[in-house]
């Protein structure tokens, strides 16, 4: 039996779930190639049955991740290459065409809420709709040959199973935080071998999101974008130097968190931004860490649960998760890797499965190389029609090994598309650890504006000699979702990917999970004697990770890189190795 699941909110996308695990996701942003897609994922939808080899039929039920909203248009035909258009047939009591900032914010404009227990239990219903939105939801499907029934889950429980039935926990405290979806901000779950019982939810008014948005936006930066960026900035700065003006704007307050004055929060950000904007990050980051910190460890303390989930988009912030893996009694600590809007799919499917079929156990997920996969011929003939040179290689890890240990920048394109927003070594960009620098001339090359050093890539084996106390988020951190204290031969020998606060983002890169990126490593290794390289993701700023080979090899030269290691074919720029790095 397959499941198809679909979101149409921010980060659009499709995923097939069957005997209870995913087993292909894509986003609608790489296939559009407009970040962040929002709108219907047809092109996500098409992919995903190609990728599973289904035909319409075989599909047995689809599942909306998020409520069909009551009376506000479904933004389907935003994205600029999609397949999307209103449909004239459908009386829409509204049209709401504000920007995506605006749309955001109608569900934390409404009425803070306090949840009873029915309505706490209410949110794990799976329902069927009839409204302008559902409507809508179901005739774009009829566009692309599916008929079978259309079913809904909550915003926030979808995130929940996505997290909690990929764990491969028995029992776990679940939480999921965001900006908000279904007018809730955060949820939190009891997971018990196939099912979640809901014990708390959080209204969008008081949203934890919102409060890092704000300070997002009033930065100058793009809100529900560029969140990470306020995490790089924020170590740059003294949190205690603004820590008690901000500390007004959100508290903790046993199962609840509190946001007050969200407009004057941002109207005090864009005052301060410029005289003292990397000591607004650091006091809304330590605020962040220790208001959600305190908030999980009531949880945790009242249920004595030591097992934790996290989910949603707040929990992208991976310096928060450090503090949440050092909260006292946890034992072990998975947060899922596409954490976002762009899991909600997945996880109305997976919790749809766990319905129909009562005995099914959770399961562990091994890898998220779940998306568009490309075989040497269909390479070469892009390379061909593209008209650059290129060189086939039996054994192209050990060139890339070696061209890296060189100095080159390669970009590496190979294998399955990784699901979730961290190119994990098939879509990534990689170099040696060794040159602090890269963070500023790479940066330049591809049009970046960061803050945060780019991430390693370490042997699976190695993790003792370069990260402290890995023990029970080891699994995390095979996504790139948590930091850790770096160790002293870490901070000599790959000083490019250590933050100034001594900590790292890395992917820990094991044989039986992607062989040739380990491969890659384990040749560098040999000949550096380091286990580390930088891993950064493979696009231009402001654009998607690359999916296919033409964006590939576009995304190659526009960024002025040394090499394109595609497949088992190598592109060089020997424009790019006569410049200089700047």
Known sequence: MHILGVS??????????????????????????????????????KEVLRLANLKKEDISYIIKGGLPYPYLYSFYNTSR???GRQLPEIKLDEIYNASLFHRLLINVLKKR????????????????????????????????????????????????????????????????????????SGMVGVGSKNKIDVVEALDAQNSVGCFYGFITKGLGFKLNRHEGKIVGLAAYGDPEKLYSLFSKFIRHSKSRIIVKNRYQLLALAEKLKDKEAKNVAAAAQKLLEEVTASWVRFFVEKH??????????????????????????????????????????????????????????????QHVYLGSDYSNEQIEKELQRSGVDYIYHQNIEKIIAQLVSQGKVVARFNGAMEYGPRALGNRSIIYEAKDPSVNKWLNERLKRTEFMPFAPA???????????????????????????????????NSPAAVHV????????????????????IREYKKIAKIPTLINTSFNMHEEPIVCSPYDAIRSFQQ????????????????????????
Request: charged share 25%; hydrophobic share 35%.
């Open 559 to 582: 960024g002025n890189l040394d090499y394109l290691a595609i497949g088992n074919f190598l592109v060089h720029n020997a424009l790019a190795s006569k410049s200089k790095k700047k």
């Open 8 to 45: 149409d909110s921010h980060d659009a996308g499709a995923a097939i779930i069957k005997d209870g695990k995913i087993i292909v996701a894509v986003s609608e942003e790489r296939l559009c190639r407009e970040k962040f897609a929002y709108g219907f994922p047809f092109k996500s939808i």
């Open 458 to 492: 370490t042997l699976f084996e190695d993790r003792g000699k370069c990260y402290k106390n890995t023990g029970c988020a080891e699994h995390s951190a095979e996504f790139m979702t948590i930091t850790f204290d770096c160790t002293d031969f870490m901070k000599k």
């Open 81 to 83: 290459n999609g397949n």
């Open 501 to 520: 606060d001594g900590t790292a983002r890395p992917q820990l890169v094991k044989k039986e999970i992607n062989l040739s990126f380990y491969k890659i």
């Open 113 to 184: 809420q306090v949840y009873s227990a029915q309505e706490l239990d209410d949110f794990k219903n799976i329902k069927r709709f009839d409204n302008p939105s559902s409507r809508l939801t179901k005739q774009s499907l009829r566009k692309l040959g599916l008929r079978q029934k259309v079913y809904f889950l909550d915003h926030h429980y979808s995130h929940l199973a996505s997290a909690f039935y990929t764990s491969g926990f028995d029992k776990a405290l679940v939480f999921s935080l965001d900006f908000s979806g279904d007018n809730k």
């Open 304 to 365: 004595q649960i030591y097992d934790l989930v996290l989910t949603g988009g707040v929990f992208a912030n991976v310096k928060l998760n450090q503090r949440i893996k050092e909260i006292k009694g946890v034992r072990n600590l998975w947060v899922f890797p596409n954490m976002g809007d762009g899991g909600l799919a997945a996880g109305a499917a997976l919790e749809f499965h766990h319905r129909l079929n009562k005995n099914t156990r959770n399961y562990r997920l």
